[in-house]
């Protein structure tokens, strides 16, 4: 990434600034997430294939005759693993670029896990995965993983989610929470995820600009490909083209959404131009309130 004292600047800053963002986050991103074998009851939900048997909650699996499980809130620690992509399509930014508001929102969620001692790990893939370092506990490992974002300069500028997500379902054992932070402009991306989020909590936090979702009224320019390098001529001027090209991009939004949603993976969409704190925290506080009212439900 450029500039890195300014980005090393804005880091402390949100050390130091954003405490009651951090306060709010550690609650609803320690306890929402990921739920084991604990003594507290969570939730009941029903039965994907790879969960333990030994989970079955016979009684509600009669009464709705298709099986259940329960799950129960994991007393020790976590372990959280942001997986951050870093191909060619990040580098685009109207205000900063999409990498760096990835960085802050990584920024954000590793303070928070921090405050609670929990294990906190790092994958930085493009078309293939090009850093890994395992969760560790502790400032220093968390700056270890900071310093690691700003400084790796990508091998390759192409996309592809699935072998980063491969990658961590063959090297994570562990259960743990996955936070995968991208625009997304990858094929399938709830395929490439699904696989992962049955036996790991992922969570997706997808980055865009505005200049992706509107074009601006600027005559005739020449759009680029940043992962491809593939060129189009493209009239701006049209009205019509503008209006067609947002809608696209919208309903591309929706579908992914969607998408996400059936996989039981969670999603997050924010603006280089946002602010992460409202967003984040009305995200990780209406997932524990879901699965509290689920678990009355049932």
Not at 3 to 9: P, S
Not at 23 to 38: A, D, M, N, V, Y
Request: glycine residues 8%; proline residues 4%; contains cysteine.
């Amino acid at each position: 990434m450029d500039d890195r004292a300014g980005l090393v600047r804005r880091l402390k800053k949100i050390e130091l600034t954003t405490n009651a963002l951090v306060e709010g986050l550690q609650p609803g991103l320690h306890h929402s997430l990921f739920k084991g074998r604990g003594m507290e009851f969570a939730e009941i939900r029903e039965y994907v294939p790879g969960d333990d048997v030994r989970s079955i909650d016979w009684k509600v699996t009669a009464r709705y005759n298709h099986p259940f499980i329960r799950e129960y809130s994991e007393e020790r620690d976590q372990t959280f693993y942001f997986a951050v992509d870093i191909s060619g399509s990040g580098t685009f930014g109207s205000g900063i670029p999409k990498q760096e508001k990835m960085l802050e929102v990584m920024a954000c969620l590793a303070f928070a896990a921090l405050r609670n001692n929990d294990r906190i790990g790092l994958c930085l893939f493009t078309d293939r995965v090009e850093k890994f370092l395992p969760a560790h506990r502790g400032k220093k490992h968390l700056v270890t993983l900071l310093n690691t974002l700003i400084d790796h300069e990508a091998v390759s500028p192409k996309t592809d989610l699935s072998a980063a997500a491969r990658f961590l379902g063959t090297a994570i054992r562990r259960r743990s929470s996955m936070i995968i932070l991208s625009d997304f402009m990858s094929p399938d991306v709830p395929g490439a995820l699904k696989i992962l989020s049955r036996r790991h909590e992922v969570i997706t936090v997808r980055v865009t600009d505005v200049r992706e979702q509107e074009l601006p009224d600027v005559g005739t320019i020449a759009l680029e490909d940043p992962e491809t390098g593939e060129q189009v001529i493209v009239d701006t001027s049209d009205a019509a083209f503008r209006k067609q090209y947002a809608a696209l991009v919208a309903e591309s939004g929706r579908e992914l959404a969607a998408g996400l949603s059936r996989a039981g993976i969670g999603y997050v969409s924010l603006l280089t131009t946002d602010s992460c704190e409202i967003p984040l925290n009305q995200f990780f506080r209406g997932m524990k309130q879901k699965r509290r009212k689920h678990g009355r439900l049932l």
